[in-house]
């Protein structure tokens, strides 16, 4: 079951604390209704929904090769964790929205679930 659809710039509130790593412009106007939690790929690549927001704490190339496949709306690398300078070019050059926050992937899955996301 999908939440109600909202755009992502309506998610950058400072509660959230996302910081955007991508060096481009990205469009934040997308429209994105769910997120999954998970750090296993390969499960994200079977559970996922297709162009949702995906936390997780891994921070390597794989993430935006995965992300691609999904045509995720965003990742959010979650617990402050840095990114590698060459996953960040790798997700400019995917379209991918890079964001990180230093929220646990467990608190801003229950903020989103507050806000309307499922």
């Known amino acids: 079951m999908l939440g109600e659809c909202m755009l992502i710039k309506e998610l950058m509130v400072p509660e959230l604390k996302f ?3 991508n060096k481009k412009q990205m469009d934040l106007n997308k429209e ?3 997120c999954y939690t998970c ?3 390969s499960q994200v690549l079977s559970k996922a929904v ?3 927001i995906w936390l997780t704490i891994q921070n390597h190339m794989n993430v935006i090769g995965v992300a691609t496949m ?3 709306k965003a ?3 979650c617990d402050g964790r840095e990114v590698p ?5 790798k997700a400019d050059g995917e379209n991918i929205l890079l964001l990180s926050t230093p929220l646990s992937a467990f608190e801003l899955s229950g903020m989103l679930y ?3 996301f499922r």
Do not use: F, H, N, W
């Not at 300078?85 to 070019?89: E, F, G, N, W, Y």
């Open 39 to 41: 750090d296993l790929l």
């Open 70 to 72: 999904l045509d995720m």
């Open 50 to 52: 297709r162009g949702s």
């Open 114 to 116: 507050e806000r309307g």
């Open 85 to 89: 300078k060459p996953v960040q070019d």
């Open 75 to 77: 990742v959010v690398i």
């Open 32 to 34: 994105v209704a769910t």
């Open 19 to 21: 910081t955007v790593l």
